[in-house]
C-alpha cells in the first residue's frame, strides 16, 4: 500500500483506524474500576483478580511484534479485519461469562485481537500517507486517540459499571467491533506484499515464547514482588529472546531484520515510546490510589478526575502537526520531557489534608500536556525512515515498546511506593503518601531519560523512492514543512540513489527521514 497523498477516503480510513485503536486503548483501563464488582459476582479469590488485567496485558505485549510482522508478510487489511473480529468476539465472551477463569480466558483472547489490530492499524497509517506534514497530522491524531483512550478508560470504566454494570464494560466494544470491520472491508483494498516469504518459524517461537515470559515476569512483580516464579520468568525470557537474536542472526529470511536498529530514530523512538508510556501508567495508578485511599473519593469520581486530562491531551494532539512543523520533533519532545518532570515534582507535594483541586488536578493536567506533546512525536520518530515493506515490524515495535515500557514503569514504581510506605510506618494514610512522594520524585528520572534519548534523533535526507533520488529533497515539501537540514544531523553515509535504492534501504533497516523530526533551522 504505496504512501499518497491523502483524500477524502483516505481521512474516512484514517477515522476508522482511529476508532479501533480508542476501543482497544479504552480496554486498557476501562476494566480497573469495575474490578471490586466483578471479584464480588464470579467469586475470583484476591490473588487471582489481578489476571483480569494480567491475561490481556500478557497476550498484548507477548504477541505485538509477531502480529506486526504477520501484518508485512500477509497483508493488512487481512490481519487488520482478523484481529478485529478476535477481539469482538472476545468482547462479547468477557461479558458473557459466569466464572473467574473464563473471564481470564476471554480477556487473554481479548489481548490476541489487540495485538494483531494495533501494528496492523498503525502500519496502515504509516503507509497511507507520505512521511512529513499529512503523515504527521494524521499519527498526531492516532497518537492522541491511543493515549486519550487509556485515560478516559478510567472516566468511562465508572460510569458504564456504576450504571449498567460491569459487562457492559465489554458490551459496548460488540457495536464498534462490527462498525470497524465493516468499514475495514469496504474501504481498504486488498494489499498483497511486495515480498512474499515463508515464515521464520524458529525465530517466531523464540521471540514470542520470549516476550510472554518477559511481560509475565514484568506484570507479576506488581502483584508478588521478585519471587521465584519471576525470577524463572525473566531468567527464561533472556535465554529464549538470546536465542531467537543468533537465529536470526543465521536465517536467510528472518523475521527481524536488525538492519533496522542502525536508523538511530527507530531506536530513540522507541525508547522514549517505552519511557513515555511507563510515566503515564505510573502517574495515573498513584493518583488514582491517592484520590482514593487518602482523599476518600468512590471510584466513580476519581474516575472522572481524569477528564480534564483526557480533553487537554486531545486539545495539544490537535495541534502536533503543525507543532512539529515549525518546531521540529525534537523541540516538542524535550518541552514534553520537562513539563512531564513538572508534574511528577508537583505531585511528590502530596499530603495526607490536600485536595483534587490543588494537590492533584495541576500535576495530572502537566503530566498530560507532556504526554500530549510527547506521544505523537516518538512515534513520528520510531517509523521515520523505514521502508513500507517493514512498516508493520516497526510499528509492532512501537506498540510493544510501549506495553513493555508501561508495564515495566508500574512495577518498578509500584515498588518504590510499597518500599517509601514500609519505611515511613505510621498511619495508613501517612504511609501512603510518604511511599506516593517517594514514587514521584524517583519518577522524575523518565522524562529525563527522554532528554537524553533525544540526542539521538536527527534530521536525515528525504527517504529514498523508486521515483526520486534519496538524496533529493522538493522545494515544495521544505516549503510546506518549513525545515531544512541539520548538517551536524546529517547521515554518515549518503544513502542509495537509482534503482536499488529502495533494496538496499530496506536491507540496512532505512536510516533516511523526513526533515521534520529534529528542530528546524532558525532564522
Known amino acids: ?93 468477557c461479558g458473557v461469562s459466569q466464572a473467574g477463569w473464563q473471564l481470564f480466558a476471554a480477556r487473554g483472547l481479548q489481548g490476541v485481537g489487540a495485538a494483531i489490530v494495533i501494528p496492523a492499524s498503525l502500519s496502515v497509517v504509516t503507509t497511507s500517507f507520505a512521511e512529513g506534514p499529512e503523515r504527521n497530522r494524521a499519527m498526531g491524531l492516532w497518537a492522541v486517540i491511543a493515549t486519550g483512550g487509556a485515560i478516559t478508560g478510567y472516566a468511562l470504566g465508572g460510569v458504564v459499571a456504576g450504571l449498567l454494570g460491569w459487562r457492559w464494560i465489554f458490551f459496548i466494544n460488540l ?77 536467510p529470511a528472518p523475521l527481524v531484520r536488525f538492519g533496522l536498529f542502525r536508523n538511530r530514530n527507530v531506536v530513540a523512538g522507541n525508547v522514549i515510546n517505552a519511557v513515555n508510556a511507563g510515566t503515564s501508567m505510573v502517574v495515573t495508578f498513584l493518583a488514582t490510589l491517592y484520590l482514593q485511599k487518602v482523599l476518600g473519593l468512590p471510584p466513580f469520581l476519581a474516575g472522572i478526575a481524569f477528564a480534564p486530562v483526557s480533553i487537554l491531551i486531545m486539545l495539544v494532539g490537535r495541534r502536533t502537526a503543525p507543532l512539529v512543523a515549525r518546531f521540529g520533533a525534537r523541540t516538542l519532545l524535550r518541552a514534553g520531557a520537562v513539563v512531564t518532570a513538572l508534574g511528577a515534582l508537583w505531585l511528590s507535594r502530596m499530603t495526607v489534608d490536600g485536595s483534587y483541586l490543588v494537590t492533584v488536578l495541576p500535576g495530572i ?141 530496506r536491507a540496512t533497516g532505512g536510516d533516511t527521514t523526513d526533515g521534520e523530526l529534529a528542530d528546524p533551522p532558525r532564522s
Do not use: K, N
Open 1 to 93: 500500500m504505496p504512501a499518497q497523498t491523502p483524500s477524502a477516503r483516505g481521512r474516512l480510513i484514517l477515522v476508522v483506524l482511529c476508532a479501533a485503536q480508542f476501543m482497544i486503548s479504552l480496554d486498557t483501563t476501562v476494566v480497573t474500576v469495575g474490578l471490586p464488582v466483578i471479584q464480588r459476582e464470579l467469586g475470583v479469590a484476591p490473588a487471582e483478580l489481578q489476571w483480569v488485567t494480567t491475561a490481556y496485558t500478557l497476550t498484548f505485549g507477548g504477541l505485538l511484534m509477531l502480529a506486526g510482522r504477520f501484518g508485512d508478510l500477509f497483508g493488512r487489511r487481512r490481519m487488520l479485519v482478523v484481529g478485529l473480529a478476535v477481539f469482538t468476539a472476545a468482547s462479547l465472551l
Open 175 to 251: 457495536p464498534l467491533g462490527v462498525f470497524a470491520v465493516g468499514s475495514v472491508l469496504r474501504l481498504l483494498a486488498a494489499d498483497t506484499p511486495t515480498q512474499r516469504q515463508r515464515l521464520d518459524v524458529p525465530g517466531a517461537a523464540t521471540m514470542t515464547a520470549g516476550l510472554l515470559l518477559l511481560v509475565f515476569a514484568i506484570t507479576s512483580v506488581t502483584g508478588h514482588g521478585v519471587d521465584e516464579t519471576v525470577v524463572a520468568a525473566a531468567t527464561g525470557a533472556v535465554v529464549l529472546l538470546a536465542a531467537f537474536v543468533l537465529v536470526e542472526r543465521g536465517h
Open 365 to 505: 493536567l502537566m503530566t498530560g500536556l507532556g504526554a500530549g506533546l510527547s506521544f505523537a512525536p516518538s512515534m513520528i520518530v520510531a517509523t521515520s525512515g523505514v521502508a513500507d515493506d517493514d512498516q508493520g515490524l516497526a510499528s509492532g515495535l512501537v506498540s510493544t515498546a510501549q506495553q513493555v515500557g508501561g508495564a515495566t514503569g508500574l512495577a518498578v514504581f509500584a515498588t518504590v511506593a510499597t518500599a517509601g510506605m514500609e519505611s515511613a510506618g505510621g498511619p495508613e494514610e501517612q504511609a501512603l503518601v510518604s511511599g506516593f512522594h517517594l514514587a514521584y520524585l524517583a519518577v522524575i528520572i523518565l522524562p529525563v531519560t527522554t532528554f537524553v534519548a533525544t540526542t539521538l534523533v536527527r534530521v536525515p535526507s528525504a527517504p529514498a523512492s523508486p521515483a526520486s533520488p534519496a538524496s533529493s529533497v522538493s522545494p515544495a515539501s521544505s516549503a510546506a514543512t518549513g525545515s531544512g537540514t541539520d548538517p551536524s544531523d546529517t547521515p554518515e553515509a549518503t544513502p542509495a540513489t537509482g534503482p536499488d535504492a529502495r533494496t538496499r534501504t
